[in-house]
């Protein structure tokens, strides 16, 4: 099993859609992470948090917004989507921020997102 | 000078083979190289990883080369075995990582 759940698994919306990918590690872990995974493309950084404080924001459109309660919840809204939009979405932890750039990722299994 | 190139994107063997995947940079501030497995259905996993003041490191039957200098880095997996089918990517960090596209390792039995 893994330390980092997505929910839901898979999600199929339209464009003018509004709904969120959910993350929650029970790692004890710091800081949480934003992934875009689009075939035969690298993996893209799109939101780092560090103890719930936004630490980087990749140029990620204003229809994706990361919402980050606590250090275990992660959320990403969507709205508003479009087609290119269509991806693998994963969420990650590290112990602190230092996955940025230096740590362990722990990575969850993906949000599976469609639009329409 | 942001990208890592690796190759090759695709790799099959036959069981009991070795394999070895490649990566290439172009920066001189990365000082951390990891590389992950990602089996069909699942995220991402940290399998070996190497810093910059070290040259080789093994863990059982994967290890990973740096050579600092040329900019590359290599995966060696010895003695496959059909598991090890999945898709690797390699990594290069500072104060973010920078992902490879992967490659696809198919283990034969």
């Known amino acids: 099993e893994t330390g980092v759940t997505q929910t839901p698994r898979h999600l199929v919306m339209g464009m003018t859609n509004k709904k969120s990918l959910k993350c929650e590690q029970h790692l004890g872990h710091n800081a949480m992470y934003w992934y875009k995974q689009s075939a035969k493309k690298p993996l893209e950084l799109m939101f780092v948090y560090n103890f719930k404080e936004q630490t980087e924001n990749n140029s990620v459109p204003s229809r994706f917004s990361p919402e980050c309660p606590n250090s275990s919840h992660l959320f990403l809204h969507l709205h508003t989507l479009q087609p290119e939009d269509s991806a693998l979405y994963l969420c990650a932890s590290s112990q602190d921020g230092s996955g940025a750039g230096t740590g362990e990722l722990f990575f969850g299994e993906g949000s599976r997102l469609t639009v329409l | 000078g942001e990208n890592v190139e690796q190759h090759p994107s695709t790799l099959s063997v036959q069981e009991g083979d070795s394999a070895v995947i490649k990566c290439t940079y172009s920066d001189s501030a990365s000082n951390y190289f990891p590389w992950y497995k990602q089996e069909l259905g699942k995220g991402p996993q940290l399998i070996i990883d190497i810093r910059s003041n070290v040259g080789e490191k093994k863990d059982q039957r994967i290890a990973v080369t740096l050579n600092k200098t040329a900019k590359h880095f290599s995966l060696h997996i010895t003695e496959t075995q059909p598991e090890d089918s999945a898709v690797y990517f390699c990594?290069?960090?500072?104060?973010?990582?920078?992902f490879g596209k992967g490659t696809m390792l198919l283990v034969s039995p």
């Open positions: 990594a290069k960090g500072y104060s973010t990582l920078t």
